[in-house]
């Protein structure tokens, strides 16, 4: 009897273990809230991360949740089902889900004339500082009457810089900083960007920053609440 009982232990503690083990939630019902703000700090948004369904095959995992976009006076404005993968020791993004939509719907659905498609972000389980990731890209082509609009996003340069403490409202984690450098072009015209994300086990990127070319911020994105 305790020799069953030490086992149930450590298997619990395995799979707890196991779980925390990526950079995203695996408790189904946790959800994680975020808030965007400007150069001025001045809150322009806010986002819910609602965890659903949980897939579990031997090395493979499918993570379902639900993406609720807010506005800057947290009204309520746009709704997404997203999956997420991970395939042995890697996390899969779909590139095209990182795009927030509110701004294209038409009666809470995107309309037929937008076409979004993107490769994976690929994010290790394991990083070390040094490691150097994938570039990942995302296209949003529309038609509008005889007018084609096109944007296009692509990451290159993606580093994990280094592992340390960070403290955002929703508490104090040690984080893996990820640097990425953006190029994006909007209906003819190019900007570039550098960004910083902070990843942490269980959760995900807790806080995340955007320069411009010239080091100036433009934005920022923290965790502020996780509810259980």
Known sequence: MKA??????????????????????????TVLVYKTFDKKDKQTGMAKYIIGDIKKSGNEM???????????K???????????????????????????????QQNGEIPSEVKITGNNMEVPNHPKPGDVMPDASVEMGMSMGFVNLKLTAVVTNRKVEAIEDITVKAGTFKAYKFTSDVSSTAVGIKFSS?????YVKGIGVVKSETLDKNGKLMGTRELVEIQK
């Open 4 to 29: 069953l009982l030490v086992f149930s232990v450590l298997f619990m503690t395995v799979t707890f273990s196991q779980a925390q083990d990526i950079f995203f939630p695996t408790k189904t019902g």
């Open 62 to 72: 499918e993570i379902n949740y639900v993406y609720e976009s807010y506005d800057a």
């Open 74 to 104: 947290e009204k309520f404005t746009y709704k997404d089902d997203i999956t997420i993968k991970k395939v042995g020791d890697v996390i899969y993004f779909d590139m095209s889900d990182l795009i927030n939509k509110s701004a294209l």
């Open 194 to 198: 550098k960004n910083t994300d902070w």
